[in-house]
DNA sequence: GCGTTTTTTTGACTTACGTCAAAAATGATG
DNA sequence: CATCATTTTTGACGTAAGTCAAAAAAACGC
């Protein structure tokens, strides 16, 4: 699914607006383990991931919480920061090579005033998202660590291949040692 | 703070725009006690708050979990099913005699066609709700209960007059019990 | 004001998961 | 392929908060 798809799917892109989306937009060719976003930095980027594999994350007490990952098709940016225009709590790590579609937050805006409609674009990715993370404090709150891994073994194998099992753990908000015990019994 | 002060916070209104939300939005008395939305049925309007108190509850393993407050000043809706079209799974029950305006899914969408500058207030209230979202999940992950106890005491005292314990306690992630006894020991 | 229901508190006990530490497995590098 | 670093596993033990149950306090209806 490529970026232009991908818009395609949520509202009617004409020639003209994809031409200036092509414009605005930047290739960036990132290499494993590569930091793409350092937090305290400003994150005035918006991702979009063409291929490869990003990681969200940030400290806690010293320790790394892996907030989400972004995979093929999928946006990616430190929301809080990209928003608020503040620094960034979060780092965004490439867990593998990967071609990313970059666009800045002045050029978004920018968009947003010139074509309004885009203003769609925005709203829907953002209810989505919403929906998203409301989920993800459900399953943080009322399943069990077991439950959670189990879900995403089916919903997303894949990224039990790409990401390793330190990242998953605290993705999962659960210790390393816990899912390998977890692991350990089937 | 009244709704189209709210809104003219975030954009420019134009006259014929207000005269047609005030058009399309209802006012509405409920009672102390009453429920606005039951779970199963599906929510079909935003609120927003001009007098009183809302919360925001589900169940979980019967046991009832509130999930928010809406206090005046302030939007509510069951989010998830606002914009999926799909049954609640919350209820919303006045915890005070309320007066609320009610805005019906289909007339907002009629709004966001015919004047496209108000996706813009979609987009920035959903940015701005889903950062409080983020928030609320860290928060529950890596604080205390009696962290987000004292939180909750600076930064919205208010609600603790309101709601009774058993609200607030689920509200923070944790019992009633062990909300008591936080409170005991000052 | 008195009895009933609802809400809050207190107590004893349980539990899922965390912490710390060390061993085993895996993988990168010259 | 031997060495060193990183990742994963295993073990012993700790703890914040949950559960269940019953008493105390507050709120409500008549």
Redesign the interface.
């Known amino acids: 699914m490529d970026f232009i798809h991908y818009l395609e799917s949520v509202i009617k892109v004409s020639g003209i607006l994809k031409e200036e989306l092509h414009k605005l937009t930047k290739e960036r060719i990132v290499k494993k383990g590569q930091l793409i976003i350092r937090n305290g930095d400003r994150c005035a980027d918006l991702f979009f991931v063409e291929q490869g594999l990003l990681r969200g994350y940030y400290y ?2 010293d320790k790394e919480i892996t907030n989400w990952f972004a995979q093929e098709g999928e946006f990616a940016t430190c ?2 920061s990209f ?2 225009k503040a620094a960034s709590y979060e780092n965004i790590e490439a867990l593998d090579d990967s071609r990313l579609l970059q666009l800045p937050y002045c050029s978004l805006q920018d968009v ?1 005033i010139r074509y ?2 885009t ?2 674009i ?2 829907v990715l ?2 989505s ?3 998203k ?2 989920e ?2 459900l399953s ?3 399943t069990t660590a077991k439950e959670r891994y189990d879900n995403l073994l089916v919903k997303n194998p894949a990224l039990l291949q790409g990401a390793q099992l330190g990242h998953i753990a605290s993705y999962l ?1 659960i210790t390393q040692e816990t899912l390998s015990r977890i692991r350990a019994k089937h």
């Open positions: 806690n007490d929301f809080y928003i608020s947003y309004p409609e203003e769609r925005g709203r953002t209810e998202y919403y929906i993370l409301e993800r404090l943080l709150r009322f908000g």
